[in-house]
Nanobody, 124 residues
């Protein structure tokens, strides 16, 4: 059974850093990318970043470019999201997703394997 486990969230002051981890298991070879999404209270889930497994190509939503870095440890099926210079607007629950290709948008009912996510709160 496909499973995604996110970790690494927490409470951090503005300007601080966090590193999120995503461990995927049980996915077939049809999945070639891993993306991070986040959801703030009362808002839709939004795509943050994505990495292609084949060549390591990375993609970021404009609001995090230059502050977040996505990377993958192929040996351990783990994807990281290094988040630096965090802002209050980065607050939300962060989820990862194994995908066929990199996308930063999914329909609200368009993915079956969401994990529990990890909470990131940026506040002084």
């Amino acid at each position: 059974q496909p499973q995604l486990v996110e970790s690494g969230g927490g409470l951090v002051q503005p300007g601080g850093s966090l590193r999120l981890s995503c461990v995927a298991s049980g996915f077939t070879s049809d999945y070639h990318a891993t993306a991070w999404f986040r959801q703030a209270p009362g808002k839709d889930r939004e795509g943050v970043s994505c990495i292609a497994h084949s060549d390591g190509s990375t993609f970021y939503t404009d609001s995090v470019k230059g502050r977040f870095t996505i990377s993958r440890d192929n040996a351990n099926n783990t994807v990281y999201l290094q988040m630096d210079r965090l802002k209050p607007e980065d607050t939300g629950r962060y989820y990862c997703a194994e995908l066929g290709i990199c996308v930063l948008w999914l329909p609200s009912d368009g993915y079956d394997y969401w994990g529990q996510g990890t909470q990131v709160t940026v506040s002084s």
